[in-house]
């Protein structure tokens, strides 16, 4: 398998997590984002989008990470990151998609790109921008995580949510987010990413990082 990202990519990251949770070997290609690499007519071809993440795969070239997160639980089923009854599934999800569908996308390079160079946001605007959201998206999972969490985002083993989550709070970090409102979201979190899978998918840790 071969895993086309960014060290800083959060959607790459999702998908790292899930790789090493999963215990699953694979090769890394950087593409990067700095220099808009992914946006190149040869990375194109793999992914039209020109977004990373793609997994390269079974002969085949998956994209977005959400879709390669359920690929990966489909394909190898152990350990489980979805729980077994269909609403717990739904939540879990639905955890999942409040970051992937209703924060990042707002939050991405490119959005931050044109409100800076079409818009004219200044850094502070910016970081407004990204608080905003991502606070928005914050205060619901926190809600949903206290109500189903018991450890992990959703109950007592990690699950897709948690690998949604925690590149989510990843970048809010780094755009320095208050995050005090979420205890906890941030207890999921920290149980989370003291695992050594959530530790070898760190952005810091991986080949490309600096
Ligand atoms: N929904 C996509 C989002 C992919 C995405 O936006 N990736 C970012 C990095 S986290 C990217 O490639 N950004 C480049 C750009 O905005 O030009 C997924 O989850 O795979």
């Not at 808009?36 to 990373?52: H, I």
Request: net charge negative; proline share 7%; glycine share 6%.
């Amino acid at each position: 398998m071969i895993l086309h990202g960014y060290w800083r990519s959060g959607a790459a990251y999702r998908v790292r997590i899930a790789l090493a949770l999963k215990g699953i070997a694979y090769e890394q290609v950087t593409h990067d984002l700095r220099t808009d690499a992914q946006a190149s007519d040869a990375y194109r071809a793999l992914n039209p989008q020109g977004l990373v993440p793609a997994l390269e795969a079974d002969g085949d070239v998956l994209t977005q990470s959400p879709a390669i997160l359920e690929w990966l639980e489909e394909r190898y089923p152990s350990p489980a990151l979805l729980p077994e009854a269909a609403t717990d599934r739904t939540v879990v999800r639905a955890m999942a998609a409040t970051v992937a569908c209703d924060i990042h996308p707002l939050n991405n390079l490119r959005v931050v790109q044109a409100l800076q160079r079409d818009f004219g946001l200044d850094a502070a605007a910016v970081q407004a921008w990204m608080a905003r959201w991502m606070g928005d998206g914050f205060a619901a999972l926190e809600v949903m995580i206290a109500r189903h969490g018991r450890g992990f985002a959703f109950g007592d083993t990690p699950t897709i949510a948690d690998c949604c989550l925690v590149p989510q709070v990843y970048s809010a970090e780094r755009f320095a987010v208050d995050l005090t409102p979420y205890p906890q979201l941030m207890a999921a979190v920290d149980r989370a990413r003291a695992l050594p899978a959530f530790q070898a998918a760190h952005p810091d840790r991986q080949p490309d990082a600096g």
